[in-house]
């Protein structure tokens, strides 16, 4: 029994003298670990109450625009990308908003709009739709120089055709056959791949084809 406890003893002593050494750095490493968990569940916490809110704003651009309402919708739309930037409704109401601020002949506002969802949008896909739209209202503007410029970065998957017809339309616009052929080519290759690719859908996609090959042809012999 002494020898048991003579052991015992020394292990406390052992304990001691490790915790003497190693007690600080323990306590340090659990709290960073404790804040670190309170942090991420913080964080997720903002992030749904963000969404929350958004979400609320948003419906009251979905409403505006069915009652075709530009006006309600662009403050919509200004509210969310000024107070909710990071979340997918901001981009989304940008969007809309700038489809209807287009059809009333707001073109500033909507060239505005349509830049912040180009440079700000949280996802790729909506950054890359914001630059198409607006790449297609500069088009329309007769900035052809740069809307071609904003085409020039290579954009996600499910845009290379579309991007490439743009590139295709405005490059016919400035007389540049030759090149317009080539990105019309692009646009009905990469169309064909990716209709393949989905198991070779009719309907709409047949269509889009029809029309990047009468644009092609629209351009005469080489």
């Known amino acids: 029994m002494a020898t048991y406890d003579l052991e015992e003893q020394e292990q406390i002593s052992e304990l001691k003298t490790w915790w003497k050494m190693y007690g600080n750095l323990v306590t340090g490493v659990l709290l960073v670990a404790a804040v670190g968990v309170a942090g991420w569940q913080g964080w997720n916490w903002y992030q749904r109450k963000q969404a929350t809110e958004a979400s609320v704003i948003y419906a009251a651009v979905q409403k505006g625009a069915m009652e075709r309402d530009a006006k309600r919708v662009r ?39 349509l830049l912040w969802v180009a440079e700000k949008a949280g996802d790729k896909d909506l950054r890359d739709l914001g630059r198409l739209r607006l790449a297609h209202v500069l088009f329309d503007d007769k900035a ?56 070779g859908q009719a309907g709409r996609d047949a269509q889009y084809r029809e029309l990047l090959q009468l644009k092609l042809d629209s351009l005469g012999d080489k």
């Open 75 to 113: 403050e919509a739309a200004g509210e969310l990308t000024e107070k909710y930037p990071g979340t997918a409704y901001a981009a989304m109401a940008a969007l809309t908003s700038a489809r209807m601020q287009f059809d009333a002949g707001d073109l500033k506002t909507a060239r505005a709009q």
């Open 144 to 199: 052809l120089d740069e809307a071609l410029k904003l085409l020039s970065d290579e954009p996600a998957p499910a845009f290379v055709a579309r991007f490439s017809e743009l590139k295709g339309d405005i490059l016919a616009a400035q007389g540049k056959k030759a090149e317009a052929r080539s990105a019309y080519q692009a646009a009905l290759v990469r169309q064909e791949a990716d209709d393949k690719a989905a198991g």
